[in-house]
C-alpha cells in the first residue's frame, strides 16, 4: 500500500490564484481529513470527511473547498489564495472504528 | 471542548540522558491520547496512543507515556535519548465522541546534543 499521498510537495502562488491541493490513499479508509500546521500551532483541522459525498469543517475552514466523490479522493481546493494561506498542509485518513490517522508526506504552500 | 497543552516549545537534552515532554489536556468526554513524532520535513509518526486501556503505555523506539487522569497529563519518556530522536513531537487529544476531531498541541522541538 503507498497509505496516504499527497501532491505537490511545493508550491508557490500569487494571491488571488486558485489551485489544488490532491490527497489520495488507498487503505480504504472512510474518514479523511485536512489540516494545516503553522509554527507554535500544532496542526489545526480544516475540513474533515466521514466518507464519500459526506464533508464539514473543522476549525480553520475559511478559505477552502472540499469535496469527496469517492473513499479514495480528498482533494483541497483555495480559491483565491491569500498570504495567510501559506502553511504546511497534510492530510490524513483513519478507518471507522480505528484511533489511528495516517498522514501524508505534506505540501508546502507559499503565497506571496 | 477539548485543548492540548505542551508546556515545553523547546527541549534539549544530552544523548544518553532521559526525556521528558510534558502534556496537559482538557476533555469534556473520556479521551484518546497520542503522540506524534515529526522529524525535519517529514510528515507525522505515531509514537504511541492510549484508549482507556492500560495507564502506562509503550510505543516505538523506547518511548513510553503514562496517563494520568487526575492531572490531565499524558507526558512522553525515554529513558536514554538518541540523536535520531531530535524532532518535533506532538501531543494529540480525540474525545471519544468526537469522530474525526483531533486537537493537536503547540508541538515540542527535541534537540539532542552528542
Known amino acids: 500500500n503507498a497509505g496516504v499521498t499527497q501532491t505537490p510537495k511545493f508550491q508557490v502562488l500569487k494571491t488571488g490564484q486558485s489551485m489544488t491541493l490532491q490527497c489520495a490513499q488507498d487503505?480504504?479508509?472512510?474518514?479523511m481529513s485536512w489540516y494545516r500546521q503553522d509554527p507554535g500551532m500544532g496542526l489545526r483541522l480544516i475540513h474533515y470527511?466521514?466518507?464519500?459525498?459526506?464533508?464539514d469543517q473543522g476549525e480553520v475552514p475559511n478559505g477552502y473547498n472540499v469535496s469527496r466523490s469517492t473513499t479514495e479522493d480528498f482533494p483541497l481546493r483555495l480559491l483565491s489564495a491569500a498570504p495567510s494561506q501559506t502553511s504546511v498542509y497534510f492530510c490524513?485518513?483513519?478507518?471507522?472504528?480505528?484511533?489511528?490517522?495516517?498522514f501524508g508526506p505534506g505540501t508546502r504552500l507559499t503565497v506571496l | 471542548a477539548q485543548s492540548v497543552t505542551q508546556l515545553d516549545s523547546h527541549v534539549s537534552v544530552s544523548e544518553g540522558t532521559p526525556v521528558l515532554l510534558r502534556c496537559n489536556y482538557s476533555?469534556?468526554?473520556?479521551?484518546?491520547l497520542f503522540w506524534y513524532v515529526q522529524h525535519p520535513n517529514k510528515g507525522l509518526q505515531l509514537l504511541l496512543k492510549?484508549?482507556?486501556?492500560?495507564?502506562l503505555v509503550k510505543g516505538i523506539n523506547g518511548f513510553e507515556a503514562e496517563f494520568k487522569k487526575s492531572e490531565t497529563s499524558f507526558h512522553l519518556t525515554k529513558p536514554s535519548a538518541h540523536m535520531s530522536d531530535a524532532a518535533e513531537y506532538f501531543c494529540?487529544?480525540?474525545?471519544?465522541?468526537?469522530?474525526?476531531?483531533?486537537?493537536f498541541g503547540g508541538g515540542t522541538r527535541l534537540m539532542v546534543k552528542p
Open positions: 490524513a485518513s483513519r478507518a471507522t472504528g480505528s484511533n489511528e490517522q495516517f
Open positions: 492510549y484508549t482507556s486501556a492500560a495507564t
Open positions: 487503505m480504504n479508509h472512510e474518514y
Open positions: 494529540v487529544v480525540r474525545p471519544n465522541n468526537a469522530g474525526n476531531m483531533l486537537t
Open positions: 470527511s466521514v466518507g464519500a459525498g459526506i464533508t
Open positions: 476533555s469534556s468526554y473520556s479521551p484518546s
